[in-house]
């Protein structure tokens, strides 16, 4: 039988008595810490990525504070959706998630996360020390609803080595020039200079679309929630458009399903671009893991403004926490400040992730954290990041994006095949999303 | 030539007759023996059939109240033009994977019917691929297709037999081409174990005669072995396609159904209608067409086969 997340036995009492001795001397964390008398289980659920990492954090905040109990549940990036909702709607126990900006309005509209600023003080004191794109992911009706796990920006990458070879001076500015620039490799024997991760079941690849539309200055979508793909001379048109004729008419581009696959790929030499998390550059610059490490490089997303997706993917709190009770809601608090907040003018969890991982940060304070500075810059252009940082920005969010996201993967991935023609699966992809917008009420 | 067919053993049919003289007493204990797995089948697909079929005329959807919609399900997937496409991805696969496995494990049983060194070790070797769950069989198999760094293109890179890496898992016709590899790979050694064992009781003195009849082993074959193997030809046909038309493991971990819907079959069509577009009353009708269909096509082959094709062994 699951022990009641309250009920005090003599080793929680015992754990309890040593947190309270130990909370004395540890730096409490926001307005509502938890007494460590009481014996509080927090069910986190994630996506699968650094677990052994995680549990480790885990560990660390389960040693300063004894009276919280954490149970992890992780299940795989590309089935994390469903999972998901799956799990909120069947109230099965959860009280922390990962989020990201393209699933919160899904989950809030459907009442299963809630506003932190709603619960904690502290919420709103760090709008002003995220970035600006992050701030905007985590945030659904005015209200912020989470802290950030990570905040990055998916970027344009090539092979400067594969450049140099074949005698292109500088990276594409344009997605023409990325045209132009693969045919010349392919003439010089490269078979798919341009490798795209790929796949209708892979989140990522909604992701990285925009961020190339947003290359090109685009949207998907007006302030009115009216898809802007329909007009062909569309920023998103010309874009689908363009990832179709690079498969199948200029025959310079193929895909793999999956970000693993694609490292892996691009450490073969055989593909000279990618468009990525920013983090996969810190996979691809590492010697253990490719041959080419050192190769690798960011250039600012092709495009006539060089924008690309900033996103924040972000600890946010559940309706079923909430309901809990304020034992658990200030627990939940305590956890995700630890996870995601300042601690002594640090943020020790974020700060790990960057500099081990390579993953970006939301807040500000670890831009100029000369640890993660010496960190980046082992894999990255500081500089050019910096440069293409400040040209991130988010995307608008509807509540059915989510659902539409699954639906346009498959129209975009049969489009690059070759399966339907563009116009068709443009068109499918705006009935799809007129349907869902009526059923939604938007 | 004498016909194999006409030498039957009739203790079947005999024990049958018996049966009929049970008394009363032995055959209700005999029923109450079966009725454990009666009941357990029925709670385990009764219950389930009925359950989705009670969804498939429902709203079912995590982001609105359930309501009864009818058909609407029905006519909303029968609709779609990915219907149309998985019906289509299906019945493609399942006349080039069927045939595929059973011609193999065909060919594979008569091998090791056959005496030769290393027999014992070749028997034990095959079954490796059936002890693997078919998700890990996908995902070797796609190590085995990536284009940039399987090892199928590696190997026929350096062998020279390719000069540029081939794209199995990104055109359609190559990774459903992959799909039924995986499949064959995965099925032929349970196809291969029965049909070994059908073969291996072909009496030994009809291949005498033949023999001293002067038949050929196309002869001998064709009018010895396959009609006494015949039956259990045709029940592992008839698995296999049950198999092919049910695949779900091996498209989802290979190729996730694509690209596109190229290897996306009604059962993957069933999984994303209800896990990824979360509208779970549409996934449950296409559950009950899929096991509509299987019925209707076991139904369909078994009236098209002729009559004593099953009957063979109970004569």
Same mark, same amino acid.
């Given at each position: 039988m699951k022990p009641h997340p309250l009920r005090m036995t003599r080793r929680t009492f015992a754990a309890g008595g040593l947190g309270a001795m130990s909370a004395a001397f540890l730096p409490r964390i926001g307005p509502h810490a938890v007494s460590a008398q009481e014996s509080v289980d927090l069910n986190f659920h994630i996506w699968q990525y650094g677990v052994e990492t995680v549990q480790d954090n885990i560990k660390r905040f389960e040693e300063l504070y004894p009276g919280v109990k954490v149970s992890l549940s992780d299940v795989p990036w590309n089935s994390y959706h469903e999972e998901t909702v799956n799990r909120l709607r069947s109230k099965t126990a959860t009280d922390v998630i990962y989020n990201g900006g393209d699933w919160l309005e899904e989950f809030a509209t459907a009442g299963w996360v809630v506003p932190l600023e709603d619960h904690f003080d502290w919420a709103k004191g760090y709008q002003d020390k995220v970035f600006a794109f992050a701030w905007q992911d985590m945030t659904f009706n005015d209200k912020v609803y989470g802290l950030p796990y990570y905040a990055d920006t998916i970027t344009f990458m090539y092979n400067e080595q594969l450049l140099k070879d074949a005698g292109i001076a500088a990276p594409p500015q344009t997605w023409e020039e990325v045209t132009?620039?693969?045919?010349?490799?392919?003439? /010089?024997?490269? $078979?798919?200079? =341009?490798?795209?991760v790929l796949a209708q079941d892979l989140p990522t690849v909604s992701e990285a679309f925009v961020s190339t539309v947003f290359g090109r200055g685009g949207e998907l979508?007006?302030?009115?929630?009216?898809?802007?793909?329909?007009?062909?001379?569309?920023?998103?048109?010309?874009?689908?458009?363009? =990832?179709?004729?690079a498969r199948n008419v200029d025959k310079i581009l193929t895909f793999v399903s999956n970000e693993t696959d694609a490292v892996g790929a691009m450490s073969t030499g055989q593909h000279a671009f990618v468009v990525f998390y920013n983090y996969h550059l810190a996979e691809l610059n590492d010697a253990a893991r490719s041959d080419r490490a050192g190769q690798f490089k960011i250039a600012l997303m092709p495009g006539e403004t060089h924008e690309c997706y900033g996103f924040a993917k972000f600890y946010n709190l559940t309706k079923m926490a909430a309901d809990r009770g304020p034992e658990v809601v200030n627990a939940a608090g305590q956890f995700i400040q630890y996870f995601a907040g300042e601690?002594?003018?640090?943020?020790?969890?974020? /700060? #790990?992730?960057?500099?081990?991982?390579?993953? %970006?940060? %939301? +807040? /500000?304070?670890? *831009?100029?954290d000369p640890d993660v500075r010496t960190a980046y810059s082992k894999w990255i252009d500081v500089d050019k990041w910096t440069e293409q940082l400040n040209l991130a920005r988010a995307q608008r969010h509807t509540p059915w994006q989510g659902i539409w996201n699954e639906f346009f993967r498959l129209e975009h991935v049969k489009a690059v095949a070759g399966e339907t023609s563009v116009e068709d699966a443009l068109q499918a992809a705006a009935d799809n999303w007129n349907e869902l917008k009526k059923q939604f009420g938007g | 030539m004498q016909r194999a067919t006409v030498a039957r053993d009739r203790l079947p049919v005999e024990a049958g007759r018996r049966s009929q003289r049970y008394r009363p007493g032995v055959r209700g204990t005999g029923i109450l023996m079966v009725l454990p797995v009666v009941l357990l089948v029925a709670v385990f697909t009764l219950y389930p059939f009925g359950q989705a079929l009670y969804d498939s005329m429902r709203l079912t959807s995590p982001f609105f109240p359930a309501r009864f919609v009818g058909l609407d399900n029905f006519r909303g997937v029968i609709?779609? +033009?990915?219907?149309?496409?998985?019906?289509?991805?299906?019945?493609?696969f399942t006349a080039i994977a069927v045939p595929a496995t059973v011609v193999t494990s065909l060919l594979i049983a008569l091998l090791l019917n056959e005496r030769f060194v290393g027999n014992t070790a070749l028997r034990a070797g095959m079954l490796l691929p059936w002890a693997l769950p078919a998700s890990i069989t996908g995902i070797v198999w796609k190590w085995m297709f990536l284009d940039s760094w399987g090892a199928i293109n590696v190997g026929l890179y350096e062998l020279g037999v390719i000069d540029k890496y081939i794209t199995w898992l990104t055109s359609p016709r190559l990774a459903m081409m992959a799909v039924v590899i995986a499949f064959v790979w995965a099925q032929t050694p349970l196809a291969t174990a029965l049909l070994l064992v059908a073969v291996q009781g072909v009496p030994q003195d009809l291949y005498a005669a033949a023999s001293l009849d002067g038949a050929a082993a196309t002869g001998?074959? #064709?009018?010895?072995?396959?009609?006494?193997?015949?039956?259990?030809?045709?029940?592992?046909?008839?698995?296999?396609?049950?198999?092919?038309?049910?695949? *779900?493991?091996?498209?989802?971990?290979? +190729?996730?159904? !694509?690209?596109?819907?190229?290897?996306?079959?009604?059962?993957?069509?069933?999984?994303?209608?209800? =896990? /990824?577009?979360?509208?779970? %009353?549409? !996934?449950?009708?296409?559950?009950?067409?899929?096991?509509?269909?299987?019925?209707?096509?076991?139904?369909?082959?078994? #009236?098209?086969?002729?009559?004593?094709?099953?009957? $063979?062994?109970?004569?």
């Open positions: 132009e620039q693969s045919l010349a490799l392919k003439a /010089k024997g490269m $078979e798919f200079p =341009f490798l795209y979508i007006d302030e009115n929630n009216e898809p802007l793909w329909t007009d062909p001379n569309s920023p998103a048109a010309k874009q689908f458009k363009w =990832f179709a004729d601690i002594d003018g640090q943020y020790p969890i974020a /700060k #790990r992730w960057a500099v081990e991982n390579g993953l %970006g940060f %939301g +807040t /500000k304070a670890l *831009f100029d | 609709g779609s +033009t990915y219907f149309a496409d998985a019906v289509r991805v299906t019945l493609t001998r074959f #064709r009018d010895i072995t396959l009609p006494i193997i015949r039956p259990t030809l045709v029940i592992v046909a008839l698995y296999q396609i049950l198999m092919a038309f049910t695949t *779900f493991d091996i498209t989802y971990a290979l +190729t996730h159904g !694509g690209p596109g819907t190229a290897t996306t079959m009604l059962t993957y069509f069933t999984w994303a209608e209800s =896990f /990824k577009m979360l509208d779970f %009353g549409r !996934g449950a009708s296409l559950a009950i067409l899929v096991a509509l269909s299987s019925i209707v096509v076991i139904v369909v082959l078994l #009236r098209a086969m002729p009559k004593d094709a099953l009957l $063979e062994e109970a004569r």
